[in-house]
C-alpha cells in the first residue's frame, strides 16, 4: 500500500512540475500584452493632448527595466499613478 501512495505522490509531484512550468510559459507569453494594457489604461487617464507623449516615454521606460515581472510591476505604477 505504501508503495502505491508513494508512486502517487511522485506522479503528482512530477503533473505539478509540468504544469507549473507550462503557467511559467504562459506567463511569459501574455507579459507584453497586459503590459501594453496597463499602460493604455494609464495613458487614458491623462488629457488628450500629452497622451502621445506619455505613452511613449512609458513603454521607453518599461523596456528598459530588465525581467519580465520587473516590466510589470513598473507597468502597473504607471497605471496606478505612481
Known sequence: ???II???LFLASVL?????NIVAEEF???NPFF???LIRIAVARLPENH???FEE???SDVD???GVMGKLVRAADCSLGR
Do not use: D, I, K
Not at 16 to 20: D, K, N, Q
Open 35 to 37: 503590459v501594453r494594457w
Open 1 to 3: 500500500m505504501a508503495l
Open 16 to 20: 505539478t512540475a509540468a504544469l507549473s
Open 57 to 59: 516615454e512609458w513603454q
Open 64 to 66: 528598459e527595466v530588465p
Open 28 to 30: 511569459v507569453a501574455w
Open 51 to 53: 497622451r502621445e507623449r
Open 6 to 8: 508513494g508512486f502517487g
